[in-house]
């Protein structure tokens, strides 16, 4: 290797240093970020963090019916994946934004 290649390489290794700094910052910010998702109209709502938890759940009482307690279930499995789905949807295009839309394995 000649001399010049060196310095590139230091480079290169200071900026993939930087990036990953970067983006261990971002995941943890993103991590404390929520989204909010709903179904049935609103009658059941959630906040879902970047660290794909469910943080709060609200549902409206006349969502609930004890002579159907399987559309209850329903609507908070779908304000659930909804949630997910968009906190999935946040971490991946804040990601992007960093990695300049390159897919790093194992991150996201």
């Known amino acids: 290797m000649g001399g010049g290649m060196g310095g590139n390489m230091n480079q290169m290794l200071k900026q993939a240093q930087k990036m990953q700094e970067e983006m261990a910052r971002m995941q943890e910010e993103l991590q404390t970020r929520t ?4 179904s049935g109209g609103g009658m059941v709502q ?10 709060d759940l609200k549902i409206k009482p006349e969502a609930v019916d004890p002579e159907d307690v399987e559309m209850l279930e329903d609507l908070v499995k779908a304000a ?4 997910l789905r ?13 990695t300049g839309g390159l897919k790093i394995p194992g991150l996201f």
Do not use: W
Not at 35 to 38: E, G, L, N, Q, R
């Open 46 to 55: 959630v906040v879902v963090s970047g660290k794909m938890e469910l943080v």
């Open 86 to 98: 968009k906190a999935q949807e946040m971490t991946s295009n804040e990601m992007g934004k960093l």
């Open 80 to 83: 659930l994946n909804e949630g």
């Open 35 to 38: 989204v909010d998702a709903s």
